[in-house]
């Protein structure tokens, strides 16, 4: 059963694009809504870029406006993607956010109490709901594909679902 909705940040929209699974957040969750600023961010540019031609070609995927403006703290310490998406998890009642970069994550935690799942732990979920056979391949083409993806993230998420270390 998908979870509640989640608000989305660029990185894991790029990370599912490269992969072409952006069926996964569909599947996982009831809504993705995607702010404003992360909708541009990922679907600007050259259309051989991942997310620019399959994010608008998925339904699924809410592009969302915020309500008035992002908060000062946000707008001074982060991109305007991840002010965003932690401004509309903030008004959506703390939704979740599904967002990897770590200054972002650590303020949307400390200072909102906001829930945080990256792609790595989405890709995990996807594995525990029988959605794929493995996490592994999926984190290294991901890597292949120039995702930023430590060797010790890797195997970390790996042995959290009790996949064999190579």
């Known amino acids: 059963m998908p979870e509640a909705l989640v608000v989305a940040d660029s990185g894991p929209l790029i990370a599912f694009s490269l992969l072409r699974r952006l069926d996964l957040l569909r599947d996982l969750y009831t809504s993705v809504l995607v702010p404003e600023a992360v909708w541009r ?47 509309l998890a903030v008004q959506r009642g703390g939704a979740r956010l599904l967002l990897d970069e770590r200054q972002a994550r650590r303020v949307a935690e400390i200072v ?3 829930s945080i799942r990256g792609t790595v732990g989405t890709v995990v979920l996807a594995k525990r709901r029988g959605l794929i056979p493995a996490v592994r391949p999926l984190l290294e083409q991901m890597r292949a594909g120039g995702y930023f993806l430590s060797t010790t993230l890797i195997e970390s998420a790996c042995a959290t679902v009790d996949e064999i270390a190579r």
């Open 41 to 87: 961010e990922v679907t600007s540019g050259s259309p051989d870029r991942p997310g620019v031609v399959e994010i608008p070609g998925c339904p699924w995927l809410v592009r969302t406006a915020i309500a008035g403006s992002v908060d000062g703290l946000l707008r001074a310490e982060l991109g305007p993607g991840e002010a965003e998406a932690i401004t």
């Open 112 to 114: 909102y109490g906001l």
